[in-house]
Every structure is written in structure tokens, then in C-alpha cells.
Nanobody, 124 residues
Framework: QVRLVESGGGSVQAGGSLKLSCVVS????????MAWYRQVPEKERELVST???????WYADPVKGRFTISQDNGKKTLYVQMNSLKSEDTAMYYC??????????????????WGQGTQVTVSS
């Protein structure tokens, strides 16, 4: 059974830092990358950052320069270091495991497994 478990959330003042972790357990075939999302009540889940199996990273504009995504393949753990936190970073943060998924004649790297989330609250 595949499980993703996030940790590291908490309450912090604006300007502070947090490091989130996401531990993956279980066998997963076709892994191609991982991602961090966040969501606030009554809004759609927002993609924050991604990392491929080759460690190519991408960041959403609101977090660029402040967040750093990384992974430890040996420990099957995904991280995000969040610095210079702002009140607008307050959200539930989720990690996802992406796998190659057939789409017609091609394959796409899509979110397949999700964690339960960890809450980040930034007070100004």
C-alpha cells in the first residue's frame, strides 16, 4: 500500500522558516517526479513546486526565491525549505507522487498519490 506522510508544518511568524517533509512508503512503478501543493479553504489547490526524477525543479511565481524543493531518493523523502514566509503562505500543504500515465499514444507525468497534508500558519 502506498502512503505519503507529510510533516513539519506549524505556526511561525512572518519572515520565519519551516521545512516540510514527505515520506513515501510502498512500491510505486513509473515514478517520474513529485510535487508540493497548497490549499486554503474554499479555494482550489495550488501547485507550489515540482521536482523530476532528474532533480529538475519548478516553482510558482509567489514562492520563487523563497522556497527550495529537494528530494532524497534513498530515503524516499521529499522536502521543501520555506524561507521568508508571508501570511499569504498560510495553507494546508500536500505532497504528491507523480507517475507516468498513458494518455492516448503518449505518456504524461501526472499526480497519482497524495498525502493527508500538513498545516502551515504564518502570522504577521
Amino acid at each position: 500500500q502506498v502512503r505519503l506522510v507529510e510533516s513539519g508544518g506549524g505556526s511561525v511568524q512572518a519572515g520565519g522558516s519551516l521545512k516540510l517533509s514527505c515520506v513515501v512508503s510502498g512500491y510505486i512503478s513509473g515514478r517520474c517526479g513529485m510535487a508540493w501543493y497548497r490549499q486554503v479553504p474554499e479555494k482550489e489547490r495550488e501547485l507550489v513546486s515540482t521536482i523530476t526524477s532528474d532533480d529538475i525543479t519548478w516553482y510558482a511565481d509567489p514562492v520563487k526565491g523563497r522556497f527550495t524543493i529537494s528530494q532524497d531518493n534513498g530515503k524516499k523523502t521529499l522536502y521543501v525549505q520555506m524561507n521568508s514566509l508571508k501570511s499569504e503562505d498560510t495553507a494546508m500543504y500536500y505532497c504528491s507522487q507523480r507517475v507516468w500515465t498513458s494518455s492516448g499514444l503518449s505518456s504524461r507525468c501526472l499526480d497519482r498519490y497524495w498525502g493527508q497534508g500538513t498545516q502551515v500558519t504564518v502570522s504577521s
